[in-house]
């Protein structure tokens, strides 16, 4: 239901703006998680953004870092991420939360649709 692009191969200190996009409705009214997984491990929550992104919170290894926006012409989430680390190389998936402005939580099953994912390599 969700579709995430954006993710490459780039050089440590780069940038990358992931996007997430939805046919079937406004996204623009639900909470977006960005989420990150390696292979075998448990998902990790990176950002989330409330309803007309009202409120946002990170985890503390990309603050300062990441910045999640909306587009609402084109419908699209992004995930702007600067000075990215090797460590940061993930699968990454954005989610759709419930439909909310006052605050979200980058974890819990409150998040009901994701897409495939985009692959993020950070390597020299």
């Known amino acids: 239901q969700l579709v995430e692009s954006g993710g490459a191969l780039v050089q440590p200190g780069g940038s990358l703006r992931l996007s997430c996009t939805a046919s079937q409705y406004t996204l623009n009214y639900y909470t977006i998680g960005w989420f990150r997984r390696a292979p075998g491990k448990e998902r990790e929550g990176v950002a989330c953004?409330?309803?007309?992104?009202?409120?946002?919170n990170y985890t503390d290894s990309v603050k300062g870092r990441f910045t999640v926006s909306r587009d609402l012409l084109n419908n699209t989430i992004y995930l702007q991420m600067n000075s990215l680390k090797p460590k940061d190389k993930d699968i990454y998936y954005c989610?759709?939360?419930?439909?909310?402005?006052?605050?979200?939580?980058?974890?819990?099953?409150?998040?009901?649709?994701w897409g495939q994912g985009t692959q993020v390599t950070v390597s020299s």
């Open positions: 953004s409330t309803g007309r992104g009202v409120n946002s």
């Open positions: 989610e759709r939360g419930p439909a909310v402005i006052g605050r979200c939580v980058r974890s819990g099953g409150d998040y009901d649709a």
